[in-house]
């Protein structure tokens, strides 16, 4: 299986995950972080902390706010699924990802102070994958087939947030690996 996501390679689609069986889609959860250019942990802050323009065909968010994102986004979709497998179609909340950025408060940027380490955001990541990862392997068919019921979106399926997760993260490192070879040329 491939590892890190070749930054060369067709963006990531998330229907492409509509055809694998449970085990396949668990074995591609359980990668997760090894899909990130390992250089990411030899930039300087001013690396990790420089946005791009929308024309530079990287995404805009600046690579320290993008490893925050996908560990806080982790933590809402592992929360999530362990929700709809014990409980009965739970409601759950909407969570604003901008608002999470835009705060400036939750990444360390450069304006409001402490620049939290990149290894944080990627360990928070690998952490939670790796519980859930073996936690999903325990889990009888069926409850692939639970749902809870999402404020904005509805019912949404225990196997849609889980490929949603693997597709989340997979897009998020194509990105991620667009810009550490922007700023340090191919690895």
């Not at 590892?3 to 074995?27: E, K, R």
């Not at 929308?54 to 600046?62: E, F, H, N």
């Not at 986004?73 to 835009?102: C, G, K, T």
Request: hydrophobic share 40%; glycine share 6%; no cysteine.
């Amino acid at each position: 299986m491939q590892q890190t996501m070749d930054p060369d390679s067709p963006q990531p689609f998330l229907a492409a995950l509509d055809a694998i069986s449970n085990t396949s889609l668990i074995n591609r959860y359980r990668v997760g972080v090894e899909r990130f250019d390992r250089r990411v942990f030899q930039m300087t802050d001013a690396q990790l902390d420089m946005a791009f323009l929308p024309d530079a065909g990287v995404g805009t968010w600046p690579i320290r706010v993008l490893l925050g994102h996908l560990a806080d986004a982790e933590m809402v979709l592992v929360h999530r699924l362990r929700r709809i497998a014990s409980e009965d179609r739970p409601l759950m909340q909407y969570w604003d990802e901008n608002a999470f950025i835009d705060s400036g408060l939750m990444y360390g940027t450069p304006e409001t102070g402490p620049k939290f380490p990149p290894g944080a955001f990627v360990a928070t990541v690998h952490t939670l994958r790796q519980w859930t990862a073996g936690w999903l392997t325990t889990l009888a068919p069926e409850v692939f087939e639970r749902s809870g019921l999402h404020s904005e979106l509805g019912e949404q399926k225990f196997r849609a947030i889980l490929q949603y997760n693997v597709f989340h993260l997979d897009h998020h490192a194509w990105y991620l690996n667009r810009k550490v070879r922007r700023l340090l040329g191919a690895g």
